[in-house]
């Protein structure tokens, strides 16, 4: 327990100006361009869970021969790019991935949050969601599952078990709790299928791999497999496997992210 008293108006102590680092405020913070490539869908983003979801669906468009061609930049986090003018203007709130489609002409439609580029790449090409509307409401279930558990799995167990200054008891508890809950509801979910969805591979299962199989993998943060007893999880674990196997996962995976500065 710390000596910790709430005040009654909170206020935010680590005032900073730099281009980067938290800010209770949104908006943007310096003037900023971003380049664009010669293709239809230029992608803004960078190979975290959320950022490598897009490439992922992009690359198994391509694979069965869409024309998903797109351009990849990267927005350094770590150093404010999503806190730029021009970002700013695709993702009010300053997050990547973002993807801009310039295939109805200017200016382009821009596209912000994982799960809703998903849904758009997948009806656009009327690919990996299923095209009845019961099964696709079913699909989209998992979709918005994994929107609403991630800050859960990424900002609370991953922020405290592994970028956190000093381990804290407290909140490793409750984040491990509510991952390992998650992964439970998952295994269960699995027991029975191939894919989140069923028999077919979908946008879902490209939604919650990045986290979920990762995290099981143990490449998201050292040593949280063995602290989480992953192997309690065998239907994730064996799904993990299916997915991270796939030639368009391993190229997304390696994609070249091009810099958004000369
Ligand atoms: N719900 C959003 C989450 C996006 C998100 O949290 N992106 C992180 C990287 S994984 C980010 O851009 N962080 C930068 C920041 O918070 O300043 C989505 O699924 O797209």
């Not at 191939?194 to 077919?200: F, T």
Request: charged share 20%; proline share 6%.
């Amino acid at each position: 327990m710390t000596n910790y008293q709430k005040p009654r108006v909170w206020e935010w102590q680590d005032v900073n100006n730099e281009r980067t680092g938290n800010r209770p405020t949104a908006g943007a913070r310096f003037e900023q361009s971003l380049p664009r490539g010669k293709h239809d869908l230029q992608v803004y983003s960078l190979a975290t869970p959320n950022g490598i979801k897009v490439p992922i669906m992009l690359e198994e468009l391509l694979a069965i021969g869409k024309a998903a061609e797109y351009d990849l930049y990267k927005i350094n986090i770590g150093q404010g790019d999503q806190f730029g003018s021009a970002f700013v203007e695709l993702n009010p709130n300053s997050k990547i991935p973002v993807l801009v489609d310039y295939s109805q002409g200017e200016p382009g439609l821009n596209v912000f949050e994982s799960g809703s580029i998903l849904v758009y790449l997948a009806d656009k090409f009327a690919s990996f969601i299923p095209q009845d509307f019961s099964q696709r409401t079913q699909c989209l279930n998992w979709v918005f599952w994994q929107v609403g558990g991630a800050p859960f799995v990424g900002g609370g167990f991953g922020h405290f078990f592994h970028y956190a200054p000093e381990a804290l008891e407290y909140p490793i508890n409750r984040y491990a709790m509510e991952t390992k809950r998650q992964l439970d509801v998952l295994d269960q979910h699995l027991a029975d299928k191939a894919y989140v969805c069923g028999e077919n591979y979908t946008i879902a299962d490209m939604m919650i791999w990045p986290w979920m199989g990762q995290l099981v993998d143990g490449k998201l943060y050292p040593g949280s497999d063995v602290f989480l007893d992953v192997q309690a999880y065998p239907h994730v674990k064996a799904w993990s496997q299916r997915i991270s196997q796939r030639p368009a996962v391993q190229k997304a995976l390696k994609a070249d992210y091009q810099p958004i500065t000369k």
